[in-house]
């Protein structure tokens, strides 16, 4: 049995200089051949988008290709740092602090335990790393441990580019599923591109009006938690109804484009999301920020993630819920105003409906909602691929089979809701995204715009060259004056 082990371990020791030629040129082949046929599979969709004209779905890609390169970058990373992190060394004392899974008792099995993490841990060095016994042997000459072993180094990655991928995959069906929720938008579009009157309804009395009707219901307390109640309800079913967009519809172009009666507002929305969904398909620096918490709190007996699992469900209902209210917002802001109007009721768009008074606030807490749910699934999954069901790092079943429903309802409840609800709402502020130009006149404005700033630029320094001369010449003809 010694020998069989020693003959084991001896296998797993093996370097490249005694590992057979053709075993090497395999190996590198299949890897060479997989990552040519996903690049070329990534060129030919990118030249796909280009010639449909899909601009903003081609720079989504890229902004994928730039996440798969910067996976790629942390992964060359923590290999080339490997042999530092193993001379890095603690005493094993340390490593019994915020630990995911909880040492055994003490006494004879916690001195085996001990034992048996310090050797799996020289073990693992033995085994992955292709030094030698030089550097596997640092830190237990010094009668301490390295501050981490290569097997979690090695499974460190492996979650990393899976949370990624899991992040960058499920954000495409999400995005599809809240763009397919538009579909009756684009039929009430049309018909009011028919109409004469472009949606605009002549009226007299306010209540009148099915929009106001459908929102105000009074004054008071009471009816505004009610209005609050119904917006959060109303979420789940029926979220924006045709008086819903054909009120929302004409305060933007009474707001932003009154001369143009006419205009689309469906494919102007539609644009602005495609462009929203490019920031939101990457993973910005907060959000490895939020990683890093997220990492640190994973300690045994505190259930940080079984209470963070909560944290993207409730903020979804209340963006959601938020969102709704700004529309009825709208409505009660034109039944204060006005009593009887003859002629066009007018919603008027305003940064005040929104938190801290910008919209794009709720596109960040989309982001992190996102993100965060990816991490729930992308962490699942890697437990138990990694260490199965039972292991103690996934926690009590029951906690974990919850946050992962948890986590694909409030996928389900952001494609179907929330993000709809973002597309159309998003633009009752008091600005306009350059969404509302076409690609060609959006890039003309932009290299226009940056055409300025250079001039600007290259005449504040000649006006300062010309001002530094002017005192030069004057400092001289007071010299001589006072010479």
Not at 48 to 59: A, C, D, G
Not at 362 to 369: E, N
Not at 451 to 477: I, L, P, Y
């Amino acid at each position: 049995m010694a020998g069989g082990g020693g003959e084991a371990g001896a296998a797993a020791d093996i370097t490249l200089e005694y590992t057979p030629t053709w075993i090497v040129t395999s190996v590198c082949s299949v890897i060479v051949v997989i990552s040519l046929l996903f690049e070329r599979m990534l060129h030919r969709l990118g030249k796909r988008l280009l010639k449909r004209s899909r601009k903003t779905q081609y720079e989504a890609l890229l902004k994928i290709q730039k996440e798969l390169m910067l996976l790629g970058f942390i992964s060359l990373m923590l290999g080339v740092f490997q042999s530092a992190t193993q001379k890095i060394c603690v005493k094993e004392s340390v490593m019994h602090h915020l630990l995911p899974c909880p040492l055994p008792s003490s006494g004879h099995a916690g001195a085996k335990y001990g034992a048996a993490v310090f050797t799996g841990v020289l073990g693992g060095a033995r085994r992955l790393l292709s030094g030698g016994g030089a550097v596997d042997d640092y830190c237990l000459r010094k009668g301490k441990v390295p501050i981490l072993s290569l097997e979690a180094l090695h499974q460190l990655d492996i979650f990393i580019f899976n949370l990624a991928v899991t992040h960058v995959v499920l954000s495409l069906p999400t995005f599809v599923v809240g763009v397919a929720q538009t579909k009756n938008w684009r039929r009430w579009e049309e018909k009011l591109q028919l109409n004469d009157d472009c949606g605009r309804q002549m009226i007299k009395n306010v209540q009148e009006y099915k929009f106001v009707r459908d929102h105000f219901k009074g004054h008071g307390i009471y009816w505004k938690i009610f209005g609050w109640m119904r917006s959060f309800f109303k979420q789940f079913y029926g979220s924006v109804t045709e008086e819903d967009y054909t009120a929302m519809r004409l305060g933007f172009i009474a707001k932003h484009c009154r001369g143009n009666p006419k205009f689309n507002f469906y494919n102007y929305m539609i644009r602005a999301f495609e462009a929203d969904y490019k920031k939101v398909v990457g993973i910005s620096w907060y959000l490895w920020v939020l990683l890093m918490i997220l990492l640190l709190l994973n300690v045994h007996g505190w259930y940080i993630y079984t209470w963070l699992s909560l944290a993207p469900f409730i903020l979804l209902l209340a963006v959601g819920c938020k969102m709704e209210h700004v529309i009825t917002e709208l409505a009660v802001e034109v039944a204060q105003k006005h009593t009887a109007i003859e002629g066009d009721v007018v919603v008027a768009p305003s940064d005040d409906f929104f938190w801290f008074h910008r919209p794009k606030v709720v596109l960040y807490l989309i982001h992190f909602i996102l993100f965060q749910i990816a991490f729930e699934i992308a962490f699942f999954f890697w437990l138990l691929l990694a260490y199965g069901y039972k292991s103690c790092i996934m926690g009590k079943h029951a906690h974990a089979i919850a946050r992962l429903v948890l986590s694909v309802a409030s996928r389900i409840i952001c494609g179907y809701s929330t993000l709809p609800l973002y597309v159309i709402v998003s633009h009752m502020g008091s600005s306009f995204k350059k969404a509302i130009f076409d690609d060609n006149v959006s890039e003309d404005l932009v290299n226009w715009a940056q055409s300025a700033r250079r001039r600007k630029g290259k005449n504040k320094t000649n006006a300062d060259v010309a001002t530094s001369s002017t005192d030069e010449r004057h400092g001289g003809a007071v010299q001589m004056t006072s010479a």
